[in-house]
């Protein structure tokens, strides 16, 4: 297990979000991303709560909805990571997953991709 402060973790999530290609970042909308130590009853190195974009009508169909919501399990990823490049490897990946889920996108095709 490799632990880092949280303000460094969330540093490091900032830092994967602003990594993904601005074609695709311009395109999320309406999600909060948010650091928790572990979920509960099961070890989740992220969640996507939210409608995925999808799945949403019209812009005014969608008015005054509260952000969709990706948590990120700290102590999770920690537990499964021996340097602080791993860490970041991870919430990176755990990221993009999560995000994906935002765009519509299946764990099973996560799968194929490479990136459950």
Request: glycine share 6%.
């Amino acid at each position: 297990m490799f632990q880092v402060s949280n303000e460094r973790f969330e540093e490091l999530a900032a830092n994967a979000v602003a990594s993904l290609p601005k074609e695709l970042s311009v395109e999320i909308d309406n999600v909060a991303i948010v650091v928790e130590d572990e979920a509960p009853g099961r070890p989740l190195f992220g969640l996507y709560q939210g409608i995925p974009l999808t799945k949403r009508g019209g812009r005014t169909s969608y008015a005054g909805v509260l952000p969709d919501r990706i948590t990120l399990y700290q102590t999770t990823i920690c537990r499964y990571c021996n340097s602080e490049d791993e860490v970041t490897a991870q919430i990176r990946k755990t990221v993009i997953h999560e995000i994906a889920h935002h765009f519509g996108i299946s764990d099973p095709r996560l799968e194929e991709l490479g990136w459950a």
